[in-house]
């Protein structure tokens, strides 16, 4: 079994900041990609919102320069998937359906993805005006009427950050109660932009190319009807894609993984976490790419402390 100083597993921002400075450090990292490297960004046509990027860039245009950068320096990288993991004590092990190697450290960045609601037309108009992310693609859609469906904080935030942008937001919900906190549900009714469409289910979003509409039905008239749309929100939540850990690290309630505030470390010494697998509030490119270097300094800090720097 072959041994590697540092292996981090996952890629996107994070994984990939994490291997530039570990690179740069001479840990010569291992990183475990995954078949579908890149994260949540493979997803997004336009990034406008990450810094040095004024006229944007598309997402898997920004994983490819994020890979080339982190590679110059000596990352290796490998688009498998990580099957198992052993996180008891060091050296760890990490293991693809091809090869296992253990480490003295590991640097967790296996992302988070978000929910959908299933339908084939919203999987089909995906980056067409369909999205899970309002602060990556709402200003896209400015002066256009928009849905998002949810009934939670991430809903209500979604929704009052889009009215910045929208003539109209349209907020689906399936039942008559918001599962929001009081003051996001006062300021979402509050705000003259958002109206809300009650016991209501999406059964299909509309467009050939691009969103058109949503059909929804009322569970309780058992009646459907069509709200003219051009861009669609969904905010049911995300899952963080954890659970190959679980058992192994302190993981919270919904699944992300817990570390100590302010730094990346996890409740396993020389075990570290960047990115959308620990970050349940901002899950933002240039935030996980800022975790993605704290986790990289501090598995090089510790592996000093170790003698294994």
Known sequence: MEHRRLIIVGSGPAGYTAALYAGRAELEPLVVAGLQSGGQLMLTTDVENYPGFPDGITGPEMMELFQKQAERFGAQVLAEDAVEVSLAEPPFMVRTADKAWTADAVILATGASA?????????????????????????????????????????????????????KVTVIHRREELRASKIMQERARSNEKIEFAWNAIVEEVLGDEYVTGVRIRDVKADQTRQIPVEAFFVAIGHKPNTDIFRGQIDLDEVGYIRVEPGTSRTSVAGVFACGDAMDPV????????????????????????????
Not at 135 to 156: N, Q, S
Not at 286 to 307: F, L, S
Request: net charge negative; glycine share 14%; with cysteine.
């Open 115 to 167: 929910r959908w609601l299933g339908l084939d037309s919203e999987q089909r108009l995906q980056n067409q005006g369909v999205s899970a992310c309002a602060t990556c693609d709402g200003a896209l859609f400015r002066g256009k009427p928009m849905a998002v469906v949810g009934g939670g904080d991430t809903a209500m935030e979604e929704a009052l950050f889009l009215t910045r942008f929208a003539t």
């Open 282 to 309: 901002y899950r933002q490119a240039v935030t996980a790419a800022g975790t993605g270097c704290m986790a990289a300094i501090e598995a090089e800090r510790w592996m000093a402390e170790k003698g294994l720097g």
